[in-house]
């Protein structure tokens, strides 16, 4: 694994977080989390506004807010007039919002208010300080009748989060009682917001389905695939510039141009197209014992005439034969010197985890790219909005939005590469580490100015479809098809993705009570969002689940499902469609598909439990090669049973 960028402890960092787990560093920390986001609503963002009745306090606050990646909420005309009467002499209006020393638990009131409804604010922490002249029990009791009434209101709540920064005994009994999570020190409630924001931005994470095919870009896969099977036949880790290249065409992914040569005479040659351009040239050498060519000051610069070139190209073989007699030297690179002002050097690559399979890379590039540190790690796949996530989870981010006289860089084309990258690592398993550094970005776009790509045979289990090195599964958008009912109905059919949820709900109510019954088993009265999201939110290494939609409306009108074992052996399937939609032949097509997909995923089995007076279904599975057995647990199922590979 390439654990210089991709350390364990950070790949664990990026799997938990994706599983929608909130990580914590001690136990401390542990009880505070669960405090808060058993009390209070995650919010919809992370912009925190602040208002308390000391400036120090609350100047601590906006610090460690910023330090740990939250946003001060913005403070509109319209609120600075609300609440511009409740500021000391000497503070503005604005965010913090600095309140009197001697503040009335009222103007708290009025202050924590007008912020929670307030647009641009996702929570506010409260700060109180007591002084000889206020009432720190009346503020708490005032805060807990806010944060009551706040959960209490229907629609987008807000975070609200108290410190009663009191030195002595905290009067919190009111605030526990209105579930108001309040702490001893400003830095404790930030903590405690961000943990609200993670925890509900790992949920986010958790019903992510990438694309397994991006549908923006078609890969040229058997020119990648040519590259990559070259350089396994010839038993070489590393490919060679010339297969590099074809690999990033393959992918559509720009890089600077270059031509690979082998002497000191070629290079001169082949720098001639770029200097008759009015480049200069860079002279990179090529050699498997040097992981990094600047480390031997392998990479010559601003080259401007072809005997320059030549000459460069002889010193440098003369000093390497010098100093590493025994280092093998396959060649050279040549490049133009690419000259864009306001770019940015960024890093993006892949490495490999033994544990969680190929992850992607991302940080701030250059030489010093592992001295920064400054780069974020998600698991493969990714989409767009994956993307966007790690991108924002740098420090680079904020110098890729623009600053002072730099404009914005194209974050989207940026974004772009990412998830082709990361579609690179599902169609190619034996791709076991790249490296694009440094990748230079502007407004215009992008270019890689210096790649390289290491390779290693496959060796996962082909049945599963070739994507077993993936701890997520990718949604598997080869499965999608269109078809006919008996009638000449056109449907569209597809496997579930999780913000099929509130298509599910308006799906159950045109099936019929007693349909509902024969299917669960049991009269179902309601189907809750927890029940809802355990029927969206699949792993599709481990289950499958098809919807057959009607296309000029996207409703949902049947579902075929099937879970397996830890074995991958054995699958248990459930269908169900509307039930105006019985006798069109639906039912007969969703266990046609569920079996076909069985067999393409090598699963042996296929087992389902109905009701014994369920005729129709056990009259279906009999047709479909389905032998029907009584259950030995309970005389009222059958239990149908199809070998798979017993299927012509």
């Avoid at 319209?78 to 503040?103: H, I, Y």
């Avoid at 070629?266 to 060519?293: M, N, Q, R, V, W």
Wanted: a negative charge; hydrophobic letters at 45%; aromatic letters at 6%.
């Amino acid at each position: 694994m390439q654990a210089r960028l991709a350390s364990n402890d950070l790949v664990y960092d990026a799997a938990l977080q994706r599983a929608g787990v909130l990580r914590v560093d001690d136990l401390d920390e542990m009880f505070h989390a669960a405090e808060t986001v058993t009390r209070v609503a995650p919010p919809s963002g992370r912009r925190l506004a602040i208002v308390a009745n000391g400036r120090s306090l609350a100047t601590l606050a906006a610090d460690c807010l910023e330090r740990m990646g939250g946003e001060m909420a913005e403070v509109s005309p319209e609120l600075k007039e609300a609440v511009c009467k409740l500021t000391r002499e000497d503070a503005k209006a604005s965010n913090p919002l600095v309140l009197q020393e001697n503040a009335s638990p009222k103007e708290f009131r009025v202050g924590i208010e007008a912020f929670l409804a307030d647009k641009n604010c996702d929570g506010v922490l409260a700060i109180a300080a007591p002084t000889a002249f206020n009432n720190l029990a009346g503020i708490a009791a005032t805060i807990a009748e806010v944060g009551e009434k706040n959960r209490k209101k229907t629609g987008r709540k807000k975070a609200l989060i108290t410190t009663l920064a009191s030195g002595a005994q905290i009067p919190r009994a009111e605030l526990d009682a209105a579930k108001v999570p309040c702490f001893a020190s400003a830095s404790e409630a930030i903590r405690a917001f961000m943990h609200l924001v993670r925890y509900r931005e790992a949920k986010d994470l958790l019903m992510a389905a990438p694309d397994s095919l991006p549908s923006d870009f078609t890969p040229d896969k058997p020119r990648a695939k040519k590259a990559i099977n070259a350089a396994l036949a010839a038993g070489e880790r590393w490919l060679s510039p010339d297969q590099v290249l074809d690999v990033l065409s393959a992918y559509q992914i720009p890089q600077v141009p270059m031509r690979y040569v082998q002497t000191a005479v070629e290079a001169g040659e082949a720098a001639k197209p770029f200097l008759k351009d009015g480049h200069a040239c860079a002279l990179k050498l090529i050699s498997p014992d040097f992981t990094f060519k600047s480390d031997i000051d392998g990479v010559l610069l601003d080259l401007a005439s072809q005997e320059a070139v030549q000459e460069a190209a002889e010193a440098l073989i003369e000093r390497l034969n010098r100093d590493y007699p025994t280092a093998r030297i396959d060649g050279f690179e040549i490049q133009p010197m690419v000259k864009r002002t306001n770019s940015l050097e960024v890093y993006a690559g892949l490495a490999d985890s033994p544990i969680f399979g190929p992850v992607v890379v991302f940080g701030r590039g250059g030489t010093a790219v592992e001295v920064t540190a400054d780069r974020a790690i998600e698991l493969v796949p990714l989409d767009m909005n994956l993307a966007g996530a790690l991108i924002s989870r740098t420090h680079t981010h904020a110098l890729l939005r623009g600053f002072r006289n730099r404009p914005a860089a194209n974050i989207h084309e940026l974004e772009q590469l990412l998830v082709k990258l990361s579609q690179l690592a599902v169609d190619f398993p034996e791709v076991r580490e790249l490296d694009l550094n440094p990748v230079l970005v502007d407004r215009e776009g992008l270019e890689v100015v210096d790649a390289r790509i290491a390779v290693a045979p496959d060796t996962s289990n082909s049945a599963r479809q070739g994507n077993t090195r993936l701890a997520i599964a990718p949604y598997p958008t080869e499965w999608e098809h269109e078809a006919l009912l008996k009638d000449g109905t056109g449907i569209f059919l597809r496997p579930i993705r999780p913000e099929d949820q509130g298509l599910l709900r308006e799906f159950f109510n045109h099936v019929t009570t007693e349909d509902l019954r024969l299917r669960f088993f049991a009269p179902v009265k309601e189907f809750s969002h927890s029940f809802l999201a355990r029927l969206v939110q699949l792993d599709y290494a481990r289950a499958m689940a098809f919807v057959a939609i009607k296309p000029e409306t996207e409703e949902i009108l049947g579902v075929v499902r099937l879970h397996t074992d830890a074995n991958h052996n054995v699958g248990e399937y459930a269908v169900l469609i509307q039930s105006d939609m019985k006798g069109k032949g639906l039912g007969w097509m969703l266990m046609q598909l569920i079996i076909r997909y069985a067999k393409a995923d090598g699963i042996a089995t296929i087992k389902g439990e109905v009701l014994r007076e369920n005729h129709t279904m056990i009259e279906m599975c009999r047709a479909l090669g389905f032998t029907t057995t009584r259950s030995e647990d309970d005389d009222a199922l059958i239990i149908a049973t199809l070998e798979i590979d017993k299927q012509a």
